[in-house]
Every structure is written in structure tokens, then in C-alpha cells.
């Protein structure tokens, strides 16, 4: 693999909303091979899921690099129309189970240390030594999909939100309900037992990317959540300087269970066509990410280089300080907000920051 690049463009092809960045690469020198005899895949060729456009390049080919993985080989597309990357062909939602293994990490109650598993950078960012604490007057009603093994859920709970988690393996689920007694249910969103405006706050932390229809979940979260709801998302970011480093062995990658793959644009625009006002779009540092790309890297054909010394903690934190600092870190948080909330009058109720803005703006 000779190396990626990326190239500022104009809106692409009458994209109604806005420009977008066009990234390109070179041809691999390694075309994607089979994996093991015996694995059955229902595979199927997707529309782009933010505009509906048929018509892609690819963007990369890369095999399912978990350790209980099957070494087939995926390819990542990006749309010729809004630049939204995603897997394609990918397996069916029937059929794409097989690839969460039992040992997949984050559904394990064992993943306890994060120097020894890099996935718990999945979990929410920290402000400095302090934890992620979504914003709410007082202690809400969280929905946290995609839990996982229900760290998150557990931590909130200690904190005293009232908290529920959804999650497609059972498991998991299982797992939190003998293991920490917290309510949890099984499936994905739209889901019978949620009823409209029963929650404050939603979280996503790394799931989004998994679900094969991510605009309909997000549509489905806007109506679960009060008016003055909010919503946290935090994805991979695909237009980040560690996929342009490492390229297949970009740890953020993790395909197949990785369906769609965001940049701030992309996120936002989905986010925003789903019905949330987007306050905010910022990045987040992972480390322990990027060492485990720079250990992925001698199973390809990518030179190592100077990518060697990211293996180590010290390099691999200043070079996650920079791609942070210039905004291209290989994770990024997004924060909504869902309709506005009313007062009694049924008035629109502004915030403190919107009174002041709008007091500046009769000055």
C-alpha cells in the first residue's frame, strides 16, 4: 500500500447541504482474499445511508483483523455525492452475528484495564482525571445503546441517573442483569418496549458505526427523547490523520462489524437530517489506538518506518496530542440536542448563552 491522501473538494455532484472532503488513495497492492472455509456470508450491496446515491469508489480494502476474526478481506466505499464512507458489500443484518464472537472485547466483563486492552477506549472521554457526565439539570433518564458489558451503565447508575441499556447480544445483556441487576434490554432501535419521550439523555459510544441503518436509529432516538433532550455520539473518525498513517491497519477500521465510517461532516449531517440541532463536534484522543495500529502494521504491506516508534506510549501520545490539536483525531464526539423546549405558553424556552447572543446581536 503506497500511502493515502486527502483532497479538499467543491460540493460533490449537487449535493444539496454542503461541501464535503473528498478523500482519495492508491491502489493496493494486495487485492482481498478469502478467509476461512466454512464461513457463510449473506452478502449485500447497500445505498449510500445519508443520501441514497448508488454510485462510489472504493476507499480501501482491509481484512477482520480480531483476534477471533475470520481473515476475510471487506472493502470500505465513500459516495461520490456526500463523501459518506461505508462497507460495501457488507453481511446482511441475518448473518453478520457470526462476527461477534463470544470473545469479542467489548461485550467481556473482564475488560477492567485499559493499558491491556486498548478497546476500552471505546468508552466515554474523561475531562482530565474526571469522568464523562452528560449535561442535565439534576439526574435524568439515560438510555445508553449499545452497552456493551455496561460500564458506562453502571458508572451512571453509582451517580444516580436512572439509567437502561439496549444492546444486540444477549450475552451482554445477560451478563448485566445477573452480573450488575441494572435494567437492560435486547435489540436495536426502533424497539417495542421504548415508549416516545421517555428519556433525557441518549448515548452512543461506539455503536453507531455497527448498525446497518444508522439514520433510522437516530430518527427513533429524536422521538424517544423530552423536548430539550440530549443526544452523545462519539464514532471513529475516518478523516483523521491515523487512517491516512495506517490505512488497512487503522485500528478504527474493524471491519466488518464497522458498517459506516464518519468524519465530522458526515456525522454532523446525519445527526442534523435526523432531526437534533448539533451543538457540538469535538475530537477525542485514543492512544491506546493508535499503538495498536502501529502493531497491526507488519501484517500488511506498508513499510513501518518511523510508524514503529508509535508502539510506544510516549510517541504514540504526542503524535495523538497533534492529530488532536489540528483536529484530526481518529475519534470524535458529537452532542445534540433534540426539539426545543417549550414553556407553559408553549413559547420556545432560550438558554442563557442564546439571551446573551441574541442581546449582542440587538447591540
Not at 131 to 160: K, N, S, V
Amino acid at each position: 500500500m503506497a500511502g493515502y491522501i486527502l483532497a479538499n473538494g467543491d460540493s460533490t455532484n449537487g449535493c444539496p447541504w454542503r461541501p464535503v472532503v473528498k478523500m482519495t488513495f492508491f491502489i493496493p497492492e494486495q487485492s482481498a482474499v478469502a478467509g476461512q472455509q466454512g464461513t457463510v456470508i449473506e452478502w449485500e450491496e447497500t445505498a449510500c445511508h445519508l443520501c441514497g446515491s448508488r454510485k462510489w469508489s472504493q476507499l480501501v480494502e482491509a481484512p477482520d483483523q480480531a483476534a477471533e476474526g475470520t481473515g476475510l478481506w471487506f472493502a470500505v466505499v465513500q459516495c461520490k455525492r456526500c463523501g459518506l464512507c461505508f462497507t460495501n458489500p457488507r453481511p446482511s443484518l441475518g448473518c453478520i452475528g457470526q462476527f461477534y464472537r463470544p470473545e469479542y472485547r467489548p461485550h467481556r466483563s473482564d475488560n477492567q484495564s485499559k493499558r491491556k486492552n486498548p478497546w476500552l477506549g471505546f468508552l466515554p472521554p474523561r475531562r482530565g482525571r474526571g469522568q464523562f457526565e452528560p449535561r442535565w439539570h439534576g439526574r435524568g433518564r439515560l438510555l445508553d445503546f449499545g452497552c456493551g458489558a455496561g460500564t458506562f451503565l453502571e458508572r451512571m447508575h453509582e451517580r444516580g441517573w436512572n439509567v437502561t441499556g439496549l444492546d444486540i447480544s444477549a450475552a451482554a445483556v445477560n451478563q448485566i442483569q445477573s452480573g450488575l441487576g441494572l435494567p437492560v434490554l435486547l435489540g436495536s432501535l426502533p424497539h417495542p418496549e421504548l415508549a416516545p419521550e421517555s428519556f433525557d439523555v441518549i448515548t452512543m459510544w461506539q455503536s453507531l458505526e455497527h448498525v446497518h441503518d444508522p439514520q433510522v436509529v437516530l430518527r427513533q432516538a429524536h422521538d424517544l427523547l423530552v423536548a430539550g433532550g440530549k443526544l452523545y455520539v462519539a464514532v471513529p473518525n475516518i478523516d483523521s490523520l491515523p487512517f491516512r498513517w495506517f490505512g488497512p491497519a487503522w485500528y478504527g477500521l474493524d471491519l466488518p462489524r464497522h458498517l459506516t465510517h464518519f468524519s465530522p461532516v458526515t456525522l454532523q449531517v446525519m445527526i442534523e437530517r435526523a432531526g437534533f440541532r448539533v451543538r457540538r463536534v469535538r475530537m477525542i484522543r485514543h492512544s491506546s489506538w493508535l499503538r495498536a495500529s502501529a502493531q497491526l502494521t507488519p501484517r500488511f504491506p506498508l513499510k513501518p518506518g518511523w510508524r514503529r516508534w508509535l508502539t510506544a506510549k510516549s510517541a504514540s501520545r504526542l503524535a495523538t496530542w497533534y492529530s488532536y490539536w489540528t483536529r484530526q483525531s481518529d475519534c470524535i464526539l458529537a452532542s445534540g440536542e433534540g426539539r426545543a423546549a417549550t414553556d407553559r405558553h408553549g413559547k420556545t424556552r432560550i438558554g442563557r448563552r442564546n439571551r446573551r447572543q441574541q442581546r449582542e446581536r440587538r447591540r
